[in-house]
């Protein structure tokens, strides 16, 4: 996601000469889609988190008004949307902090190597995330050389990885990674190496300099990033369901059972309703805090 | 110590691509292996059983198909409505930009559980039956916001003094399209193309809502957890990577070997 403060003279100065027109006739098919198949099914949430249950027919409900759905759903599950925010906020914290070196090296020091590290940082999209999570199965096992290592120092209070929250967090810092060192690249690359070096000159330590100059300049990065980690990784259900135990259930695991093994569908719309809710109010509020409106 | 300090950066960089290429390692090596019992999670002895016959398990393979034929069908149609709509927003003024944009930005902004699950709840109100079609509907719906970004991102890096120099030729604006926007817009498309095969083919949960019995691979490979996963599955997974890796790197390579001869051709030094 390239957060775009880009050429607004070259756009119009293009765009002017062309009719309104042709410009609505070319976002028809797409935006027609995206309402259909986005905006729609969104509304149907709603309205199937509002049905009532059908006397004597099991997973079949008729057009109502229970609001009670949402307060079934929050009593039932609310441990699980904890979890969500708290698991999914812990591993965004550590994929910035993971993000931010090689961000910072691919885009100032990576040289000829530039384009190949980039290649390499979204290379793992190619291969099957469900297998790249069952691989940290191995990686982390009770018998594995990560877990022997831990212990040994005594710093596992299960004295395992594996099927803890430790598990699940690391999964969920693994896996969106490449969507937190993307967009910080982005807004790192846009930076005139000139600026860093002004900052050595002026500043005595180079901690300084990076945290006067860099660091605000990248902060559209830091925003994208954080998003594009915290959205997918506060909605997931597999790194808990395959790194975690029963017990580290997230939101998305609620909705997924609820979904498709209950048939519960009131009960599963108000979850992925609030859900939905809950992560846009977090988004348009960091927005509007971190003054980064042009986000797309 | 001091050499430390100043390539500490680079080292933590180099750590940390090695961290996200750790479990794709172990998936290739798994590859290769002959696991005792069905959990294929723990190194037993060197096999090149998978591979040689590749589609030996049943379902393997024709999810795996499916999943390409999904892809295909998804990101074409996707890239091509992608596309259109980031030329309509880097190139034309009209009202409702600002909805526009938000209903692009929303769908990335939406976890996976919430698309894939009221897509269902449309379908299943609808009674429409759930499988290739619900699939690849579900797929397009959520590529096309990241084609729109990455082919926006772009027109915008596009120096807008080539079309001008175009216009000032006398090419019209269909001959000024040809033959210097579209072919100077056409990596961008095609990466944003490839980006967009690569999250519709490894797609899990919202395929998971709307696929009914459709099996494709990632569904397979959840589906077969439980009783374990063949050893051919991580064999077609490690082709795909090393084949988009191949392919990724040979366009980069390319690319490279162009810029260089052309600045060579008008004489600029690097």
């Known amino acids: 996601m390239a957060t ?28 027609a889609w995206l309402a259909v198949f986005f905006v729609v099914p969104i509304i149907t949430l709603l309205i199937t988190s509002l049905q009532a249950p059908v006397p004597g027919r099991s997973g079949v409900y008729t057009l109502g008004f229970e609001v ?32 931010y070196p090689l961000a910072y090296f691919i885009a100032f020091k990576a040289g000829r190597w530039r384009a190949l590290m980039l290649v390499l940082v979204v290379a793992p999209f190619f291969a099957s995330f469900l297998l790249r999570t069952y691989a940290w199965r191995t990686i982390l ?10 212990n040994a120092l005594n710093l596992l209070p299960d004295n395992r990885i594996l099927n803890t929250p430790i598990g699940v967090v690391l999964g969920l810092t693994y896996n969106f990674l490449p969507f937190m060192i993307l967009p910080l690249y982005a807004a790192l690359e846009k930076i005139d190496p000139r600026l860093i070096e002004a900052a050595n000159d002026l500043y005595a330590r180079p901690f300084t300099g990076f945290r006067k100059v860099i660091w605000p300049l990248s902060l559209p990065g830091v925003v994208a990033g954080t998003l594009l980690t915290f959205i997918p990784a506060s909605g997931d259900f597999i790194n808990a369901r395959l790194l975690g135990s029963p017990s580290d259930s997230m939101v998305g695991t609620a909705i997924q059972v609820n979904f498709l093994q209950f048939r519960d569908y009131p009960v599963a719309s108000a979850l992925s309703f609030i859900l939905m809710a809950i992560i846009l109010t977090v988004v ?9 409106e042009d986000l797309v | 110590m001091r050499w430390l300090r100043r390539h500490l950066i680079g080292i933590i960089a ?22 005792v019992g069905k959990y294929n999670t723990s190194w037993n002895e060197f096999s090149i059983d998978a591979w040689t016959n590749i589609c030996g398990v049943p379902g393997v393979c024709s999810s795996f198909v499916l999943s390409i034929q999904i892809g295909l069908f998804a990101t074409l149609v996707a890239t091509i409505f992608g596309a259109m709509i980031a030329f309509a927003l880097v190139r034309y003024r009209f009202r409702g930009r600002d909805t526009t944009n938000l209903l692009i930005f929303l769908p990335m902004a939406t976890p ?5 699950s009221s897509l269902l709840a449309l379908f299943l109100n609808l009674a429409f039956p759930l499988g290739f079609w619900t699939v690849l509907i579900a797929h397009i719906m959520f590529t096309i916001s990241f084609i729109v970004v990455a082919v926006k991102a772009r027109l915008q890096g596009m120096d807008p003094r080539l079309e001008e120099a175009s216009r000032d030729l006398y090419a019209n604006p269909a001959a000024t399209f040809r033959y210097v926007t579209f072919p100077l817009v056409l990596p961008g498309i095609l990466g944003a193309a490839l980006l967009g095969f690569a999250l519709s083919f490894d797609d899990f949960i919202i395929t998971f809502f709307n696929a009914g ?17 063949p050893v051919q599955a991580y064999a077609l997974a490690t082709l795909v990577f090393l084949v988009a890796l191949v392919f990724v790197l040979v366009v980069q390579w390319i690319n490279h070997r162009r810029r260089r001869s052309l600045e060579a051709a008008v004489g600029i030094s690097t």
């Open chain 2, 14 to 35: 180099i750590l940390v691509l090695v961290y996200l290429f750790v479990p794709i390692a172990v998936v290739g090596v798994l590859s290769f292996n002959s696991p």
């Open chain 1, 284 to 292: 348009f509020i960091y927005i509007r805090r971190a003054g980064t």
């Open chain 2, 112 to 116: 996976e559980v919430v698309l894939g």
């Open chain 1, 68 to 99: 009670s759905n949402y307060a079934d759903a929050l009593s039932a599950y609310w441990p699980q949307f904890i979890r969500s925010f708290v698991y999914a906020s812990i591993a965004t914290i550590l994929a910035l902090l993971l993000a």
């Open chain 1, 141 to 150: 096992s009770d018998e594995g050389a990560i877990t022997s290592f831990f």
């Open chain 2, 213 to 229: 019995t459709l099996v494709t691979f990632p569904v397979y490979i959840w589906g077969a957890a439980q009783r374990g996963i």
């Open chain 1, 4 to 31: 775009t403060t880009s050429t607004p003279v070259a756009a119009t100065s293009v765009s002017t000469q062309r009719r309104p027109r042709t410009g609505y006739l070319l976002l028809l098919p797409g935006i």
